[in-house]
């Protein structure tokens, strides 16, 4: 992509009514804009990376049986009044139609996914199902201001699994653990990821949360560096030590929720009068699970944690483009570096290489590896007199202060590819 053709702009300064550091900089690099308070835009960089974000998310969950469907955000009353959480449920943002009827927007999906099975599942041989969704759910959150972190719409993959039995509940929800845990790898979060003990309601002993730490993040959690796993505060009171090991020696620390896993048992199913035949021909109750990753919090939380004083640094899967090529010259070379410059676009797009290139002329150096930084991309080429003195480009990546030069005619099958 040109980056004269990009139609966001760099801004230097962050916007006053920011608090955050994410939107803070994400605002001013071009990848998001605020409209109000925990509602954002997703420009044309941003939404590059929430689509890689959701591309890892759903190989992930297509290998472990994943169906990607797609609910409506419009979910009638009766089916919140079937499950009580029409009350309960205290974030509904609650709307009217035309025709008097009430709905919520969708601030999860067991209302809606329950009724949609049941019209499928009808015997054990039906079973498990594992339909997923990525979409933007709705929470009347009192406090937005975590930038995109905690936003009163935000886009989130949830996933509902539907089992015969708790043994074939209990071993799926082991592979989703690890799907998650192969997902946060991917971000680059792996390290800093913690699964997270918290309380299981009234359907199981817990549930599990994804804590990544950051210093931005609002909850806190308790480590246990033995088993690397951690407890949230909601229950660190009555659970004072490891669920693993019995270990009462915790880290505190400040993290991010980052996804989370519940069992469901047959809460839903029992509201919709969901039920299967098994293989004796008896209708027996099903049971669910239902596991969250949001995928904008996600990408706030990585730009908490992997950043430097000048900008983003993105982990190469979900980075808006791996490479920022860019151009300088004095006016009399302008037009022979732009010529050597589009050659290696080119070259590099055709081989699947994607490519910021930022050719304008009315920018100086400066303007460009500052924009650069921010911007974040994991390896910047810089194509100028000096280098093409060489026949060669320079090559930096963004996490390192290192950069060299590299032959122009080597350099797509050397570095690149
Ligand atoms: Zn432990």
Not at 238 to 261: L, M, S, T
Not at 317 to 334: D, N, R
Request: charged share 30%; aromatic share 10%.
């Amino acid at each position: 992509m040109l980056q004269s053709k990009l139609f966001t702009k760099v801004i230097k300064e962050a916007p006053k009514d920011e608090v955050s550091f994410n939107a803070q900089t994400l605002i001013r690099a071009g990848f998001i804009d605020k409209l109000s308070a925990g509602v954002y835009s997703f420009l044309p960089l941003g939404l590059r990376v929430l689509r890689k974000i959701g591309d890892v998310i759903r190989e992930e969950m297509d290998k472990i049986g994943g169906e990607e469907i797609l609910m409506p955000v419009l979910v009638p009353k009766e089916n919140w009044e079937q499950t009580g959480r029409w009350e309960s449920f205290d974030v509904l943002f609650k709307l009217k139609g035309g025709d008097e009827k009430e709905y919520a927007l969708g601030a999860t999906h067991e209302e809606v996914i329950t009724p949609l099975a049941k019209k499928f599942l009808f015997s054990y041989r039906d079973l498990p199902i594992m339909p997923y969704q990525i979409q933007t759910k709705f929470r009347n959150e009192l406090r937005a201001k975590s930038g995109i972190m905690r936003g009163r719409e935000f886009l989130m993959k949830d996933m509902y699994s539907f089992h015969a039995d708790q043994a074939d509940l209990d071993s799926f929800y082991e592979m989703a653990k690890h799907a998650y845990f192969k997902i946060f790898e991917r971000f680059g979060l792996g390290a800093i990821t913690y699964l997270t003990y918290a309380s299981g309601g009234a359907f199981a002993k817990y549930s599990h949360e994804f804590q990544t730490i950051c210093q931005a993040g609002e909850d806190i959690i308790y480590i246990c560096d033995n088993c690397k796993v951690a407890i949230n505060k909601e229950i660190i009171a009555e659970q004072n030590q490891c669920p693993i090991c019995g270990n009462k020696e915790f880290r505190e620390d400040k993290a991010i929720e980052v996804g989370n896993i519940f069992k469901l048992a047959s809460r839903f199913s029992q509201a919709f009068n969901l039920k299967y035949l098994d293989k004796d021909g008896i209708g027996k109750d099903l049971v669910m699970g239902c596991y969250g990753l949001g995928l904008s919090r996600v990408m706030g939380a990585i730009v908490e944690v992997s950043h430097d004083d000048k900008g983003i640094i993105w982990p190469e899967e979900i980075a808006p483009f791996k490479v920022h090529l860019i151009l300088l010259g004095k006016k009399e070379s302008w037009e022979k570096n732009k010529a050597e410059a589009d050659k290696l676009y080119e070259k590099l797009t055709a081989e699947g290489v994607e490519v910021l290139y930022d050719e304008r002329e009315d920018k100086g150096p400066g303007e460009k590896f500052a924009e650069a930084d921010l911007i974040g991309c994991p390896i910047r080429l810089v194509i100028s007199d000096k280098t093409l003195a060489e026949d060669s480009v320079e090559v930096k990546k963004r996490n390192s202060e290192k950069s060299k030069l590299m032959k122009l005619d080597s350099l797509v099958k050397d570095f690149i590819v």
